[in-house]
């Protein structure tokens, strides 16, 4: 669906069916140079389940109007505007590696409209090579090359597809090389109060972690799950990319924490 | 490297798709011969079918054999993803009615396989669906033949069977600055020798059943997503961008983004029309592309080699190869096939219908059949066979003369080849003498 947000015409997946605000609302949020296709594989199941679900492109990403955001603390900002805009006065709360830290900026200002938090490949820090940032800000599809090389595990990068004859890898590339992904990397280098927010929270939350997750190393993501006091779930063989490389484990270990709530 | 893999080429061939499975470590990829697929329970069936994961239902329309084929083709050629078929004709059918309904049009090169050259001139017109032909290379005439309701521009990589290349690069400019994708039939060429992607074009077909499987022994076809058009700043393509019924009102183009006309062939075509690979024809080309960087290495050799030796043979009028500078697209093939454009040789001997068909007759190692892209020399005289049903215009159109004989040059001895042609030739001589 379509929805202003601060006057700037802004995309939100629905998960196949119309949002309706009477349900509970789960928001994903997409990473570095992602959009909401990042969770395709996972948003359909809980529109179809009980759930509304809210998957929105960050501005001047893929199908929303405006200019990339710089900061994750303006992203946390701007992600409380989107709920208002939505309607939304609270929200099982999703977020993909960088997605997670704007989650956390969220979860800091407006405590009171999480209902829970998870993580999925991600860390209290993520920092950024100057390097890639360079180079995704004069050439992103290179950049998106260096990125997906490190952020799909083992099997991904041998072709093998959750979704029978796709190729994850280019799909993830097309978006990354068109989206503003020189900013993201930059705001994620540049953040740093991850640590300090996820002690002080005091919400139910979830970790999804990945053995071979080269950008959010498993140490640093079960570090912060000890500082969060959170539920962990660890997929060995897999990368970075959990909601595209694995799918189906993602959503499994995602429904079964979001309804024990 | 391809916009698919970090892997190269030759790595691909061999791994993309499938990673040793757990239960029995098969090193070789599996033939699934199954036609459906047990499910966990009845809510795991009904998020199958509702898009909400995925995985495998029914082999019409997904098999976990056929999957890696495809997985394997689509990084070859660096696309996001692909789909096979029964055989290259129904790539190009699901191809051109997904994209294509009642009312469109197609902009299509006038040197083209003749089965599609009737299926876009005469079945699909029956359907609704227009085309206009045109010399592909002639822009002017590309961008002119662009209607309001067209949907596509198509051509083959290599004309068959006038061997004209078309310059990918100069009909892709045209093409996307009228907001149309490019459409190509690609199995003269093979990611092997050129990835039509990179030049642009944002969807390759490919008829299996040739170089990719070389052996001759299973007719398949594929159809790989470029993931790189805008369906939606096109603004042609509804049947990407707006509600699709069948799935709860899915905008393929919102929830797929770069996959989404791979999806929407899986979801509507394969359900719809049924023209599956089986997995056995899926396993036996498999097996063929682990050698096809190898094999075109040597078809390009030998087709260079015996077009060479047929220039210097006194009863050949005439000798055509993409690779000659007597061939009118020498230099867009210089450009598009640094490793050779491919091993499709014609030529014509002197003494007209006659002549070439005690030439054909005499062969004893090329084989007289309908078909190309085999490991074994195949020979044919198109104008009695495959272009058969084209008028005298349009067999000039397409590039094609009484005399013309089409050699898919094998990978045979070249020592051998030459032999047996020049045994064929002097046939033919004996034949011109004698009317």
Redesign the interface.
């Known amino acids: 669906m379509e929805l202003q947000v601060n006057g700037i015409r802004t ?1 939100a ?1 629905t998960g ?2 119309e949002f309706d605000v009477a349900l509970p609302t789960v928001l994903f949020i997409h990473g570095s140079g992602m ?1 909401h ?1 990042a969770w ?2 996972q948003t ?2 809980f529109a ?1 389940h009980g759930y509304s679900v809210l998957a929105p492109d960050f501005p001047g990403h ?2 929303s109007d405006g200019e990339a955001l710089t900061s994750i603390e303006e992203m946390g900002v701007w992600l409380s505007d989107f709920l208002a805009a939505a309607g939304v006065e609270k929200a099982h709360v999703v977020g993909h590696s960088q997605g997670f830290l704007s989650a956390l900026e969220l979860a800091n200002n407006h405590p009171e409209k999480l209902l829970s938090l998870t993580g999925i490949g991600t860390a209290a820090a993520i920092p950024v090579n100057p390097a890639l940032i360079e180079t995704a800000e004069i050439a992103p599809a290179k950049a998106a ?1 260096m990125m ?2 490190w952020g799909f595990g ?2 991904a ?11 994850p ?3 993830g ?3 990354m090389s068109n989206n503003p992904l020189g900013v993201d990397l930059k705001a994620c280098a540049n953040y740093t109060a991850g640590a300090d927010i996820a002690e002080k929270l005091d919400i139910p939350s979830c970790l999804i972690l990945a053995g071979k997750d080269k950008m959010t190393p498993l140490r640093a993501g079960k570090a912060l799950a000890s500082a969060m006091n959170a539920q962990v779930t660890v997929f060995p063989e897999h990368g970075h990319m959990l909601p595209v490389e694995a ?2 484990q993602s ?1 499994q270990a995602l429904r079964s924490f979001i309804s024990s709530l | 490297m ?6 190269q080429a030759d790595t ?1 061939a061999l ?5 040793p499975e757990s239960d029995h470590g098969s090193r070789a990829v599996p033939i699934y011969q199954t036609t459906s697929y047990v499910f966990d329970d009845v809510s795991e069936a009904s ?1 199958l079918f ?7 239902i029914y082999s019409r329309i ?3 054999t ?2 890696v084929l ?3 083709i ?2 070859l050629e ?7 078929t029964a055989s290259g004709m129904s790539a190009l059918y699901v191809t051109f009615t997904t994209l294509c309904s009642a009312g469109d049009h197609i902009v299509s090169s006038a040197q083209i396989y003749g089965s599609t050259a009737t299926l876009l001139r005469h079945t699909l017109k029956r359907f609704g669906i227009d085309c206009t032909f045109v010399a592909i290379n002639d822009q002017d005439a590309v961008k002119a033949a662009i209607q309001e309701n067209t949907k596509m521009v198509f051509c083959e990589s290599i004309g068959n069977p006038g061997l004209e290349v078309a310059d990918l690069d100069a009909i892709c400019v045209t093409a996307h600055d009228a907001g149309v994708p490019v459409v190509i039939d690609a199995t003269f060429s093979t990611p092997s020798l050129n990835r039509p992607i990179e030049h642009g074009v944002n969807v390759v077909v490919h008829s299996a059943t040739k170089w990719m499987g070389g052996h001759g022994v299973a007719v398949g076809g594929v159809i790989v997503d470029g ?2 058009f805008d369906w ?1 700043k096109s603004s042609r393509f509804p049947e990407l961008t707006e509600p699709y019924a069948p ?4 905008k393929f183009w ?6 989404a006309l ?2 929407k062939m ?1 979801a509507e075509s394969m359900r719809d029309l049924g023209a599956a690979m089986s997995p056995h024809n899926a396993f036996l080309i498999l097996q063929g592309i682990e050698t096809l960087s190898l094999r075109m290495k040597q078809h390009v050799a030998n087709a260079h080699e015996l077009m060479h030796w047929l220039l210097e043979q006194e009863n050949v009028s005439w000798v055509n190869h993409p690779d000659l500078e007597t061939n009118e697209t020498n230099d867009v093939a210089k450009r598009l096939f640094p490793k050779g454009a491919g091993s499709m040789v014609c030529f014509g001997v002197e003494g007209g219908r006659a002549a070439g068909a005690a030439f054909i007759d005499a062969l004893q190692l090329g084989s007289n059949l309908a078909n190309v892209g085999d490991s074994r020399t195949l020979v044919l005289h198109p104008g009695s066979t495959t272009h058969s049903r084209l008028s005298p215009e349009q067999m000039v159109a397409a590039g094609i003369s009484e005399d013309m004989i089409r050699v898919s040059v094998g990978i045979e001895s070249i020592k051998d080849i030459k032999a047996d042609f020049a045994n064929g030739l002097r046939s033919a001589k004996r034949a011109a003498e004698a009317s």
């Open positions: 995309y997946a196949g069916k959009d296709r395709a594989l359909r199941w179809f893929s199908l090359d997906l090389q083992p099997g990068q041998y072709g093998v597809s959750a979704v029978p004859g796709m190729q890898i280019a799909i590339r097309q978006i799918p189906k959503l | 391809s916009r698919s893999s970090y892997l691909i791994h993309s798709g499938y990673q998020s509702n898009v909400e994961q995925g995985g495998h997904t098999n976990p056929v999957a495809e997985q394997r689509a990084a660096g696309g996001s993803g692909a789909i096979c993931g790189n939606q799935f709860h009102g899915m919102e929830e797929f983004g770069p996959s791979a999806m899986r």
